[in-house]
Nanobody
Framework: QVQLVESGGGLVQPGGSLRLSCAAS????????MGWYRQAPGKQRELVAT???????NYADTVKGRFTVSRDNANRTVSLQMNILKPEDTAVYYC?????????WGQGTQVTVSS
């Protein structure tokens, strides 16, 4: 099993930045894919970005060039640097780990982009 705890959400003005972090309860070295998803009110959960053990990344078109996902295996964390935030980025952001064929989720952290 893997427990995931997100942090770093909050309220930010359009054009601002936030950095989300996800701490795992176990080593993530053996976890092939980790990433971030988000869910806005009234919408389905959607992929934001993923990062494989190899370091290869995948981004939703809506965040390419603005968001950067990274992982620190030694510290068992995955981060999401979000720049040039837009109101449409407002959502609950969830950390995800795919391990042993099972997807694990954190409890989510709220990101609100508003002036």
């Amino acid at each position: 099993q893997v427990q995931l705890v997100e942090s770093g959400g909050g309220l930010v003005q359009p054009g601002g930045s936030l950095r989300l972090s996800c701490a795992a309860s176990r080593t993530i070295f053996s976890i092939n894919t980790m990433g971030w998803y988000r869910q806005a009110p009234g919408k389905q959960r959607e992929l934001v970005a993923t990062i494989a053990r190899s370091g290869s990344t995948n981004y939703a078109d809506t965040v390419k060039g603005r968001f950067t996902v990274s992982r620190d295996n030694a510290n068992r964390t995955v981060s999401l640097q979000m720049n040039i935030l837009k109101p449409e980025d407002t959502a609950v952001y969830y950390c995800n780990a795919l391990y042993g064929g099972i997807g694990y989720w954190g409890q989510g952290t709220q990101v609100t982009v508003s002036s």
